[in-house]
T-cell receptor, first 113, second 115 residues
Framework: DQQVKQNSPSLSVQEGRISILNCDYT??????FLWYKKYPAEGPTFLIS?????DKNEDGRFTVFLNKSAKHLSLHIVPSQPGDSAVYFC????????????FGGGTRLMVKP | DVKVTQSSRYLVKRTGEKVFLECVQD?????MFWYRQDPGLGLRLIYF???????EKGDIPEGYSVSREKKERFSLILESASTNQTSMYLC??????????????FGEGSWLTVV
């Protein structure tokens, strides 16, 4: 029973356009959410996070939106660049229950030049 | 910068062999983790440790064991490797407390092929 789901295994976007990656969760106790980016043959690297007290967090070209009522978060990348091509994982945690992260299955983003 | 180092990047082992995957972190983090990554399944937690000599089972501990004799080092052991353990293994660490405790840092991964 996956508590964090990324329903799109892949996404293809033209360079310069917006990329939107989606993530849904079922555990209402999750209160902290993160996005990780992973290139082939490398470990995931932390990209951006958001606390449940916020509904938006922005860092340069990357913005994460959180809709708690829908248990949904999304990562927006604007403008998309070919170097953004990677697998993106969303992760969630219940900060009152320790440091455990639950990961989604990942979405492979391909940004075409 | 946090550095998590996995000693072996690529390994090929035979079925039934004992396999050791070593991981070292240099940020004095209390927490260390072992995940495996398989296509479509994301990152699945095998074992984690909150302190030296402490270990807790994750979601898929069967066929694995771990050792944490020193704070900076966390080892994953496959007692008798099987072909379904062919995967990419990722070690990670994190600090305890506040928001930093929920951001974990990964090593580069170890590709294990069991033949």
């Amino acid at each position: 029973d996956q508590q964090v789901k990324q329903n799109s295994p892949s996404l293809s976007v033209q360079e310069g356009r917006i990329s939107i990656l989606n993530c849904d969760y079922t555990n209402s106790m999750f209160d902290y959410f993160l996005w990780y980016k992973k290139y082939p043959a490398e470990g995931p690297t932390f990209l951006i996070s958001i606390s449940s007290i916020k509904d938006k967090n922005e860092d340069g070209r990357f913005t994460v939106f959180l809709n708690k009522s829908a248990k949904h978060l999304s990562l927006h990348i604007v403008p998309s660049q070919p170097g953004d091509s990677a697998v993106y994982f969303c992760a969630a945690s219940d900060t009152n229950a320790g440091n455990m992260l639950t990961f989604g299955g990942g979405t492979r983003l391909m940004v075409k030049p | 910068d946090v550095k998590v180092t996995q000693s072996s990047r690529y390994l090929v082992k035979r079925t039934g062999e004992k396999v050791f995957l070593e991981c070292v972190q240099d940020m004095d983090h209390e927490n260390m983790f072992w995940y495996r990554q398989d296509p479509g399944l994301g990152l699945r937690l095998i074992y984690f440790s909150y302190d030296v000599k402490m270990k807790e089972k994750g979601d898929i501990p069967e066929g694995y064991s771990v050792s944490r004799e020193k704070k900076e080092r966390f080892s994953l052991i496959l007692e008798s490797a099987s072909t379904n353990q062919t995967s990419m293994y990722l070690c990670a660490s994190s600090a305890t407390g506040a928001r930093s405790g929920n951001t974990i840092y990964f090593g580069e991964g170890s590709w294990l092929t069991v033949v």
